[in-house]
């Protein structure tokens, strides 16, 4: 199956700071991707949805000054936590789809975000 | 409002004896169903999928999954536990027709006992 790889897989930034999350997919072109949280117990939460070229499209409470995407190219998309408070801490998972008539999101293997 | 549930949090089963996962969907129409498993710090890994045609789905690892439109179920089954099952299950949706979002459930953490 396609493979995304995401990085890095654990991180630790102090409050204030800002994070970039890189998630790549390794051998398909990736005209959508996905960002996820996912907090302890909890299902994953779709936080927004990017195509590439275009601005995300973030889902309903979620900071798009905070958490900034970016879809460079079809194989690259970054998210960054800016300006990171503790309670962002949590696990980031990415997912990537080939096109839009393809239903499959491929995911990548998370980052587990602390913010100390 | 279109959901997926997943009404057992946590099971526990013996290595060896069956399982089944429960998760039904409310959607207006029959969507796209998944099935992930993820293990503890780790990404999503798709154990099976189904679109359309032949209601029971095989995947990876010896799991199974049945779609029931009657009952809007999509439940995933294994005739014999592994130790090296333990982990957390995801149901997801994908509404049919394309470009769509992924719905998850809230999972169900699964513990296998000698």
């Known amino acids: 199956g396609a493979v995304v790889s995401q990085h890095p897989s654990r991180v630790i930034c102090k409050s204030g700071t800002s994070v970039k999350i890189e998630c790549r997919s390794l051998?398909?072109?990736?005209?959508?991707m996905f960002w996820y949280r996912q907090f302890p117990k909890k299902s994953l939460m779709l936080m927004a949805t990017?195509?590439?070229?275009?601005?995300?499209?973030?889902e309903q409470g979620v900071e798009k000054d905070k958490f900034l995407i970016n879809h460079a190219s079809l194989t690259l998309s970054t998210l960054t936590v800016t300006s990171a408070h503790p309670e962002d801490s949590s696990f980031y998972i990415c997912?990537?789809?080939?096109?839009?008539?393809?239903?499959?999101?491929?995911f990548g293997q998370g980052t587990r975000l602390t913010v100390v | 409002a279109q959901s997926v549930t997943q009404p057992d949090i946590h099971i526990t089963v013996s290595e060896g004896a069956s399982l089944e996962l429960r998760c039904n969907y409310s959607y207006g129409a029959t969507p796209y169903l998944f099935w992930y498993v993820q293990s503890p710090g780790q990404g999503l890994q798709l154990l099976l999928k189904?679109?359309?045609?032949?209601?029971l789905v095989q995947g990876i690892k010896g799991f199974e999954a049945e779609f029931k439109r009657s009952q809007s179920s999509f439940n995933l089954r294994k005739p014999s536990v592994h130790w090296s099952d333990a982990a957390e299950y995801f149901c997801?949706?994908?509404?049919?027709?394309?470009?769509?979002?992924?719905?998850f459930g809230t999972g169900t953490k699964l513990q296998v006992i000698p």
């Open positions: 189904y679109f359309s045609g032949d209601t």
């Open positions: 997801a949706v994908v509404p049919s027709g394309g470009y769509q979002k992924v719905t």
């Open positions: 990017s195509n590439e070229g275009s601005k995300a499209t973030y």
């Open positions: 051998d398909f072109q990736a005209t959508t």
């Open positions: 997912s990537a789809r080939m096109d839009r008539g393809n239903t499959e999101a491929f």
